[in-house]
Nanobody
Framework: QVQLVESGGGLVQAGGSLRLSCAVS????????MHWFRQAPGKEREFVGA????????NYADSVKGRFTISRDNAKSTVYLQMNSLKPEDTAVYYC???????????????????WGQGTQVTVSS
């Protein structure tokens, strides 16, 4: 059974930082590119960014570029989302997702994810 478990969400003031973690169990972590998504109330789920399987290359949505950083530790089967300079519009439930793909792929693929986490709430107050 594959499990993705996010943690690290919470309430932070605008301009602050949070680091989310997503721990993966049940499969070989390095076989998967890892993606982060978010969903705000009343809005569709939105791609935040992704990190490749093997060399750490990343891809980010324009809305978070320069503020968010994704990293992974294959030895710990964990992916991280470091969020800096947070804004109220970053408020959402954040999800991690795993996608079996080629070694260097960080592209977003609609509806083509193998596993999802349960989400963690991030609230940014103004």
């Amino acid at each position: 059974q594959v499990q993705l478990v996010e943690s690290g969400g919470g309430l932070v003031q605008a301009g602050g930082s949070l680091r989310l973690s997503c721990a993966v169990s049940g499969r070989t972590f390095s076989n998967y590119a890892m993606h982060w998504f978010r969903q705000a109330p009343g809005k569709e789920r939105e791609f935040v960014g992704a990190i490749s399987r093997v060399d750490g290359r990343t891809n980010y949505a324009d809305s978070v570029k320069g503020r968010f950083t994704i990293s992974r530790d294959n030895a710990k089967s964990t992916v991280y989302l470091q969020m800096n300079s947070l804004k109220p519009e970053d408020t959402a439930v954040y999800y991690c997702a795993a996608r079996a793909t080629s070694a260097y792929d960080t592209n977003y693929y609609l509806g083509q994810y193998d596993y999802w986490g349960q989400g963690t709430q991030v609230t940014v107050s103004s």
